[in-house]
């Protein structure tokens, strides 16, 4: 994501695309949003256009909500990968393991267990690891900027956690009712339409421009990044998740993406991104020892 947003960027200022400024990031952003999400659903469709008959309340309801937190969450998260490493967005992004169990007891007032507190507790652990400042992460192909102030894209990327969070939350609500299929294609489709209409709000309509396409489209860089984007880290993985987060309590779902900062450490030091360091090494193994300890089943 960080390296197909950052080369659009580059492209944008190629072609002498005005986008210059607060709103004219978010509206690029929005704009990038909407051609991944078009493919995303597109693709889904295609995939799956058999079982797309008979949508039920759920599913249409459902992926309407799912749908909108989660497009503004990934755009929020977006924006912040442009001041922050991919390791510290995914650590950031990852604090749903502490929202969501919580966040449910003080809606629901459910019950939490003692795995799942002992569970985001090492999670926390790691992750606060993961916090620390490294400066030895730093590789020569490092895409993030330095923010115009300090925080600025952890800011960012803790607010779309929290969105996260109502995600995982709502989809345990309406998971349980709806066809993972059918409910994936409208959250699709929904964040699809959100982030066109939010980008040519704000002005992103000029994007769309025959120079920006075409360079794009003779950038084998980003049209890889783009299609494992939107086919496996948006199509894929968002089905995978519809499908079988339901199954599970959301506390331990939580506490299983934790693994979103291991992988997102080691998918950046494969892209050379960044580097790996003994912070990522140890941050990454507490927070799979987290994830252990709430898989584990119960004698």
């Not at 492209?11 to 991944?36: D, P």
């Not at 001041?83 to 007032?109: D, G, H, Q, R, W």
């Not at 030895?136 to 607010?159: K, M, S």
């Not at 693994?259 to 799979?288: K, N």
Request: hydrophobic share 55%; net charge positive; with cysteine.
């Amino acid at each position: 994501m960080q390296i197909a947003a950052a080369t659009l960027e580059k492209t944008l200022q190629k072609t002498a695309t005005q986008v210059s400024g607060a709103v004219g990031e978010l509206a690029a952003r929005s704009i990038f949003n909407f051609w991944r999400f078009a493919l995303a659903s597109g693709a889904l469709f295609l995939f799956t256009f058999l079982r797309q008959r008979h949508f039920s309340r759920a599913d249409v309801v459902g992926g309407l909500v799912i749908g909108i937190t989660f497009c503004l969450g990934i755009l929020l998260q977006l924006i912040g990968l442009r001041y922050t490493l991919p390791s510290t967005s995914s650590f950031l992004t990852a604090l749903s393991v502490i929202f969501a169990p919580f966040e449910k007891k003080l809606l629901f007032n459910r019950p939490l267990g003692k795995r799942t507190l002992i569970a985001v507790m090492v999670a926390l652990a790691g992750m606060f690891i993961l916090s620390q400042p490294n400066p030895f992460a730093t590789a020569a192909q490092t895409i993030a900027q330095t923010p115009p102030f300090p925080h600025l894209g952890e800011i960012l990327t803790i607010v779309g956690a929290l969105l996260f969070t109502a995600q995982i939350l709502s989809l345990d609500y309406f998971g349980q009712r709806a066809d993972a299929t059918r409910l994936t294609l409208i959250m699709l489709l929904t964040t699809c339409v959100l982030s066109l209409i939010i980008g040519l709000f704000l002005g992103g309509g000029q994007i769309h421009r025959a120079a920006v396409f075409t360079s794009l489209l003779h950038d084998q860089k980003f049209l890889a990044c783009f299609a494992g984007l939107a086919l496996v880290s948006s199509m894929l993985s968002q089905f995978l998740m519809n499908r079988y987060q339901p199954l599970i309590a959301p506390a331990t779902a939580s506490v299983v993406y934790c693994l979103e900062p291991v992988f997102g450490t080691l998918f950046s030091v494969a892209f050379g991104t960044e580097r790996l360091s003994a912070i990522t090494i140890v941050g990454g193994w507490v927070i799979i020892i987290a994830v252990l300890i709430v898989a584990r089943k119960n004698p």
